[in-house]
């Protein structure tokens, strides 16, 4: 009888595990008619629905429009101090807004906030005008950088993402986007902000509050872009961080509100579930040297940029390679931190992460005589190659 009895527990516990196994291979249910997860170190596509169909995308047109300023502010072309004034253009977008007024002077700042946590239309159009010295100059660079990212079933025609014929994109050109904005300073900080308040202690005082009530809702959100038009109708480009794991999930054209949230939970939730991300190596480690070339030390040490992490399915560790890729010497002076190659780890010939490699130390240009013997060696190795 004790031996049936361990039988049934030992067949139980199978039955259970099994059950388990299946929960966590289970594919998420999905309502949209366009959607698609992706892990963000490798890029790598984990689940998607009708992927490529383009779309109307209301207010996750403002994605780029925040990489452009964002990426006009790391290469110092703006400051988050620059006054931005109001146009009339910007002042008469309608939809969301903070009610910008022609004329009225406010920080590229409190502008970058109201378009992140309260979607402004008059901000994003102030902040194209800004950046670009006009929207239609603003829109050719979004094209542009759209082609760049490789987003090829895209086209932008305003920097809103207010209703146009004209301005379309795809559940994972938007999956590309999230991934490279997300790696730009101060983007999560944006999008993650639940409230901001813009002219504060003043008669026009705006108190934000997001849209994108998932940030406190759901463990390691921080991000991205709601949208909503008739046309588009609910969309959402969302991203969430646990364990070392970053999933971007993209939902377009839901037809509620609560459904669009409740198919960015199920695609977070099957990634969390069936996947997981391995930690290979620390940031700061020491991958490779690079060669200086006019510096005051012959080489530098290439150190990983931050942790790395392998993404792959819940319990199945296996192996992976990486490649060291380091382009030719870099040229004095270099910058502590400043990018000199990127690690690239594979997985059964698949890449599976992607980190910079950075300068651990600064190297300043080198006086004449080192200048000189280092030319004069450089030139001998030459000679002997030959």
């Known amino acids: 009888m004790r031996a049936h009895r361990h039988v049934a527990l030992a067949l139980g516990l199978a039955l259970v595990c099994a059950a388990a196994a299946s929960s966590a291979a289970a594919a998420p249910v999905v309502r949209a ?30 994605i780029m429009t925040m990489t452009l300023v964002l990426e006009a502010l790391r290469d110092g072309k703006v400051t988050l101090d620059d006054v931005v004034v109001g146009s009339a253009l910007a002042r008469s977008m309608g939809g969301t807004q903070i009610w910008l007024e022609e004329g009225e002077q406010m920080s590229l700042r409190d502008m970058l906030y109201a378009v992140a946590v309260g979607s402004a239309n008059d901000c994003a159009v102030a902040l194209a005008e800004h950046v670009a010295g006009s929207v239609d100059e603003f829109v050719r660079l979004m094209n542009q950088r759209a082609a760049q990212l490789g987003m090829t079933h895209t086209h932008f025609a305003n920097p809103t ?14 999956a590309l ?23 504060k202690g003043t008669p026009k005082e705006v108190w934000l509050t997001t849209f994108n009530k998932l940030l406190k809702q759901y463990p390691g959100y921080d991000g991205i872009k709601t949208g909503f038009t008739d046309t588009a109708r609910y969309c959402l480009a969302a991203t969430a961080k646990r364990d070392g794991l970053r999933l971007i999930a993209v939902v377009l054209g839901a037809p509620t509100a609560k459904e669009r949230t409740a198919d960015v939970r199920a695609l977070l939730d099957y990634g969390f579930r069936a996947y997981e991300a391995v930690k290979v190596l620390p ?9 200086v070339w006019k510096g005051a030390q012959d080489r530098v040490d290439a ?30 002076p270099v910058k502590k931190g400043q990018v ?20 651990a130390a600064e190297v300043p240009r080198g006086n004449v005589v080192k200048i000189f013997l280092q030319t004069t060696r450089q030139l001998l190795r030459s000679l002997f190659r030959r």
């Open 177 to 199: 986007l999230s991934r490279y904005a997300v790696t730009l300073p101060l983007f999560l900080e944006l999008t993650s902000t639940w409230d901001y308040y813009v002219r």
């Open 283 to 291: 940031g700061g480690s020491a991958v490779a040297s690079v060669e």
């Open 340 to 359: 000199v190659g990127v690690l690239v780890f594979t997985r059964e010939g698949e890449k599976v992460a992607e980190v910079p490699l950075v300068a």
């Open 161 to 174: 993402g207010l209703d146009a014929p004209d301005n379309y994109s795809t559940a994972r050109d938007l």
């Open 303 to 332: 150190v990983a940029a931050e942790d790395v992490y392998v993404v792959v399915p819940r319990g199945q560790r296996g192996r992976w390679q990486k490649e060291v890729v380091l382009p030719k010497p870099v040229v004095a």
């Open 33 to 62: 008619p366009s959607a698609i997860l992706l892990e963000a170190s490798g890029g790598k596509v984990l689940w998607e629905k009708d992927a490529d169909r383009p779309l109307p995308i209301a207010s996750l047109t403002k």
